[in-house]
């Protein structure tokens, strides 16, 4: 519980269920082929949502995806990309996280297809919320960022605080604590703003979180007066609220905090309440936590009885929901607590079982406690918060009450005890001198164990590591077979003057790829961006090259009709027109030049070509579908034709060709794509600068991303005629 997320995805909430929502009555409705389309669609996604996407994730993915087949049938693409995310949602749900991206991936891809941009902010939050679970957190600040530009144009300021929320969370998961106390403050300025009338207790649960989050952080910078004075402004609001959850997040930082300062007894105060709490919402992860932090508490307050207890509890319920952090500290407190009895066997068995967890968790940051957080305020509360003060005061009560029994019972069996203890400490004394001579040649024994055991672990990682290496120089050696594909630039310089290629591949292998064939006096060249990057990317490349040269022949020079061809081969080749599961594609931008003549034949595929002549540019577009890729049944009614542009050219005038990796980079101050503006007059710049090209262009674009990673390949490639 020391590193909670608060995700505010719908991906991520744990709600409850209607009690009123009649499973059978909508499966009914589903499998009643009279009726539309549209209502057996609504009823199974009904279901799937409220009936089994956080109680049985696994239901739900098998639910949406018999509605994306159904959506099919619907026309409207909304029906469509909500089955995507419905699968996305409950892939995340699952924990198989890169799945669920390209899920959401697919989605950007059919909204942009689409022209729709309605939900586009909460596919960039998604994207956020699973890049952030993976651990991956520049990926998740940059699609939280998309997001809240997104949000902020639509002046929807509830969400843009809860986004705000989310970038101080990665912020702090970063170690830049003054990144997120600054976003947090936006948080609070925007929610001070808001009118709560209508959200009520959802905005008293915002500032809740927003308390707690500058309470956590102000408690790892050992600030620890501010940060409890901010946690117990939490939990009244959470209190206020009714919500439980919050409120065993408060318990547990405050007794963590209690705990720095070695007031143990009052840690575990606050650590009882929260297990008791998190054992009434029944959550496993809480609960174990909780179990962990009392037998941690117990432990340093000197009760090891209670602390062995409650240390067994947890690691329990930690293995059995597979929380791999608490079954790493829950293991290395009981190897502590049974290496101090003397009880080696025991304490082998659970040194083996932290040493397992400590190396498969490394860099990985278990943060599942809560993800309830988005849509909460949408169900109504079952308790009210009244009910918390009661049912502690209760709880309060007759603890007080028990433990006067028990300070009576004490008492009277003391003195007995203390007789019998008299009695039998003489013998005890001889036989716990046997017992310690013994106990010391079981740990030397177990110590060599436990030190083959760590050795055998060292031997297993060396191996891994040796197969990172193998895989990487099977990388870098494709990288060298696709070098060996791209054409010779001196033979493109005997067609063309003053050629230069700016070519940089986002990874090892590469998606973009340049291409030429040459019949006397006429040449043929390509820019082509792949699907995709890196290894994908690579095959889809190497194929695409190969495919121009069985195409492309000195009676075949017809850009329309080339790229015409090449669509009906992708679709062939990957069986996309029968619905396959491969549906990439390729952008592409195709001209053939008459040297004698000076014509320019160009078509394009999403990808157009920009010509300088007579110090006047002019931008080609190209068609706004790509040459195979996204062959579902509404595309086969689509007609690919390709039109071809003729273009007449004088002496020592300019042809552009690119792809989209330079101009659609992230960059700048305000973390913006380039765009064809600065694109095209960083080309016209080239013209004149001293340096070649190439490199020239290459400083701008490394100059405009700055720190920000390459999103994708680039491809620059320019002559004269």
């Known amino acids: 519980m020391k590193k909670v997320i608060i995700s505010v995805f719908v991906l991520f909430v744990c709600v409850a269920i209607p009690a009123q929502i009649n499973k059978d009555s909508l499966w009914n409705i589903w499998n009643d082929s009279t009726k539309t389309d549209t209502i057996r669609y609504n009823a199974l996604d009904y279901l799937a949502w409220h009936?089994?996407?956080?109680?049985?994730?696994?239901?739900?993915?098998?639910?949406?995806?018999?509605?994306?087949?159904?959506?099919?049938?619907?026309?409207?693409?909304?029906?469509?990309?909500?089955?995507?995310?419905?699968?996305?949602?409950?892939?995340?749900?699952?924990?198989?996280?890169?799945?669920?991206?390209?899920?959401?991936?697919?989605?950007?891809?059919?909204?942009?297809?689409?022209?729709?941009?309605?939900?586009?902010?909460?596919?960039?939050?998604?994207?956020?919320?699973?890049?952030?679970?993976?651990?991956?957190?520049?990926?998740?600040?940059?699609?939280?960022?998309?997001?809240?530009?997104?949000?902020?144009?639509?002046?929807?300021?509830?969400?843009?605080?809860?986004?705000?929320?989310?970038?101080?969370?990665?912020?702090?998961?970063?170690?830049?604590?003054?990144?997120?106390?600054?976003?947090?403050?936006?948080?609070?300025?925007?929610?001070?703003?808001?009118?709560?009338?209508?959200?009520?207790?959802?905005?008293?649960?915002?500032?809740?979180?927003?308390?707690?989050?500058?309470?956590?952080?102000?408690?790892?910078?050992?600030?620890?007066?501010?940060?409890?004075?901010?946690?117990?402004?939490?939990?009244?609001?959470?209190?206020?609220?009714?919500?439980?959850?919050?409120?065993?997040?408060?318990?547990?930082?405050?007794?963590?905090?209690?705990?720095?300062?070695?007031?143990?007894?009052?840690?575990?105060?606050?650590?009882?309440?929260?297990?008791?709490?998190?054992?009434?919402?029944?959550?496993?992860?809480?609960?174990?936590?909780?179990?962990?932090?009392?037998?941690?508490?117990?432990?340093?307050?000197?009760?090891?009885?209670?602390?062995?207890?409650?240390?067994?509890?947890?690691?329990?319920?930690?293995?059995?929901?597979?929380?791999?952090?608490?079954?790493?500290?829950?293991?290395?407190?009981?190897?502590?607590?049974?290496?101090?009895?003397?009880?080696?066997?025991?304490?082998?068995?659970?040194?083996?079982?932290?040493?397992?967890?400590?190396?498969?968790?490394?860099?990985?940051?278990?943060?599942?406690?809560?993800?309830?957080?988005e849509y909460k305020y949408d169900y109504e509360k079952k308790v009210l918060a009244d009910s918390i003060y009661n049912v502690e005061e209760n709880k309060l009560k007759q603890l007080q009450h028990e433990s006067e029994i028990k300070e009576e019972r004490t008492i009277r069996y003391g003195i007995l005890g203390l007789l019998t203890l008299i009695l039998s400490f003489s013998f005890l004394l001889y036989r716990r001198f046997r017992v310690t001579k013994r106990q010391n040649k079981i740990i030397k024994s177990q110590k060599k164990q436990v030190d083959k055991a760590y050795k055998e672990l060292d031997v297993q990682n060396k191996k891994v590591e040796q197969k990172n290496k193998e895989v990487l120089a099977s990388i870098n050696y494709a990288s060298k077979i696709q070098d060996t594909i791209l054409p010779n630039t001196d033979e493109i310089k005997s067609c063309f003057k003053n050629l230069f290629v700016l070519y940089q591949p986002k990874d090892i292998v590469g998606g973009d790829f340049y291409w030429y064939r040459s019949f006397g006096e006429i040449s043929v060249i390509a820019t082509v961006d792949c699907t995709g990057h890196g290894v994908p990317g690579g095959f889809m490349s190497m194929m695409g090259s190969l495919l121009l040269d069985k195409i492309v022949d000195e009676n075949r020079l017809n850009t329309g009709d080339i790229l015409k061809e090449l669509n009906n081969e992708i679709v062939r080749v990957l069986d996309q027109k029968s619905g396959g599961v491969i549906q990439d594609g390729m952008d592409i931008a195709l001209c053939v030049f008459n040297t004698e003549n000076r014509t320019l034949s160009f078509s394009g595929a999403r990808n157009g070509i920009m010509i300088l002549k007579n110090n006047q540019v002019r931008c080609f577009d190209a068609e706004i579908f790509s040459v195979g890729g996204s062959y579902s049944k509404k595309s086969q009614l689509l007609k690919r034709d390709f039109k071809t542009h003729s273009i007449e050219l004088n002496k020592n005038d300019w042809v552009f060709m690119y792809t989209d990796g330079y101009y659609d980079q992230l960059g700048g101050k305000d973390i913006t794509s380039m765009g064809m503006k600065l694109f095209q007059d960083n080309l016209m710049d080239s013209l004149s600068a001293e340096e070649s090209k190439d490199v020239f262009l290459m400083k701008k674009f490394n100059s405009w991303k700055g720190d920000f990673p390459q999103i994708d390949d680039v491809l620059v490639l320019g002559f004269q005629v």
């Open 51 to 373: 009936g089994y996407l956080y109680s049985n994730p696994d239901s739900a993915l098998t639910l949406y995806k018999l509605n994306y087949k159904l959506s099919r049938k619907i026309k409207e693409t909304k029906y469509k990309l909500l089955a995507i995310g419905g699968q996305a949602t409950s892939l995340a749900i699952l924990g198989d996280f890169e799945k669920a991206i390209s899920f959401y991936q697919n989605s950007l891809e059919i909204m942009k297809e689409n022209g729709i941009e309605d939900g586009l902010e909460l596919v960039y939050n998604n994207m956020g919320a699973v890049y952030n679970k993976m651990g991956d957190y520049r990926s998740a600040l940059f699609f939280y960022r998309k997001s809240l530009i997104l949000k902020e144009q639509n002046n929807d300021t509830l969400s843009t605080v809860r986004t705000y929320y989310n970038i101080s969370n990665i912020y702090n998961s970063l170690n830049e604590k003054e990144n997120a106390i600054k976003t947090l403050d936006k948080s609070s300025r925007l929610i001070q703003l808001y009118n709560c009338k209508e959200n009520y207790l959802y905005c008293k649960q915002i500032k809740a979180y927003i308390s707690n989050l500058k309470g956590s952080i102000y408690s790892d910078e050992k600030k620890y007066d501010l940060a409890i004075d901010l946690l117990n402004k939490s939990l009244q609001l959470f209190q206020e609220s009714n919500d439980q959850i919050g409120i065993i997040l408060c318990y547990s930082k405050i007794g963590e905090i209690q705990l720095e300062k070695k007031e143990y007894l009052l840690a575990i105060q606050y650590f009882k309440k929260a297990y008791d709490l998190s054992d009434e919402t029944n959550s496993d992860e809480m609960r174990s936590e909780a179990l962990f932090l009392l037998a941690n508490s117990f432990y340093k307050n000197g009760d090891k009885y209670k602390a062995l207890i409650n240390a067994k509890k947890s690691l329990i319920i930690a293995e059995q929901i597979g929380n791999k952090e608490v079954i790493e500290k829950a293991s290395f407190l009981l190897y502590d607590i049974y290496q101090n009895e003397g009880r080696m066997d025991d304490a082998l068995e659970m040194y083996k079982s932290y040493i397992k967890q400590r190396d498969t968790l490394q860099s990985e940051i278990n943060k599942r406690a809560l993800y309830e957080y």
